[in-house]
C-alpha cells in the first residue's frame, strides 16, 4: 500500500482544456464571443475608452495645427519687425534737416530756412 501511495504522487494530472485558441478565433468570427455577458458587461467601458482615444486623437491634432501656427505668426513677427525697423531708418534719415533743406530745394518750392530761433508768445490777457 505504501508502495501505491508513492506511485500516486508522481502521476500528472491534466487540466481539462477550455478549447484551445482555435475556438477563440471561431468565436470571435462566429460573433458568439461579442453576445457573452461577460463582454456585454464591458461594453460600457470600451465605448468610454473609444470616447477618450477620440478626445486625444483630436487634441492631438488641435496641438500640431496650433504649433504651426505659431511659427507661422513668429516668422511673420520677424519679418514686420525687420520692416519696422526698415521704416523707422528711412523716417529718421528724412527727418533730418539737411534732408529736409536738401528736399524742399528739390522740389522748387522757395522755402528758406530760418535763421532766428523760435518765441514764445505770452498771451497776458489769457492767463488772468
Given amino acids: 500500500m505504501s508502495q501505491e501511495?508513492?506511485?500516486?504522487?508522481?502521476?500528472?494530472?491534466k487540466e481539462p482544456s477550455r478549447g484551445g485558441k482555435r475556438s477563440g478565433v471561431r468565436e470571435f468570427l462566429d460573433g458568439t464571443l461579442?453576445?457573452?455577458?461577460s463582454v456585454v458587461r464591458q461594453l460600457p467601458f470600451v465605448l468610454f475608452l473609444t470616447f477618450l482615444l477620440v478626445v486625444y486623437?483630436?487634441?492631438?491634432?488641435?496641438?500640431?495645427?496650433?504649433?504651426?501656427?505659431?511659427?507661422?505668426?513668429?516668422?511673420?513677427v520677424k519679418e514686420l519687425r525687420a520692416e519696422a525697423i526698415s521704416v523707422a531708418?528711412?523716417?529718421n534719415r528724412l527727418n533730418k534737416p539737411s534732408e529736409v533743406?536738401?528736399?524742399v530745394n528739390e522740389k522748387g518750392l522757395g522755402l528758406k530756412e530760418s535763421m532766428e530761433p523760435p518765441v514764445k508768445?505770452?498771451?497776458t490777457e489769457r492767463n488772468k
Fill in 34 to 37: 461579442l453576445t457573452r455577458e
Fill in 57 to 76: 486623437i483630436g487634441n492631438r491634432y488641435h496641438a500640431e495645427r496650433l504649433v504651426r501656427q505659431i511659427d507661422r505668426l513668429e516668422k511673420e
Fill in 5 to 13: 501511495k508513492k506511485n500516486i504522487e508522481f502521476i500528472d494530472v
Fill in 101 to 103: 533743406f536738401r528736399l
Fill in 89 to 91: 531708418s528711412e523716417y
Fill in 121 to 123: 508768445l505770452n498771451n
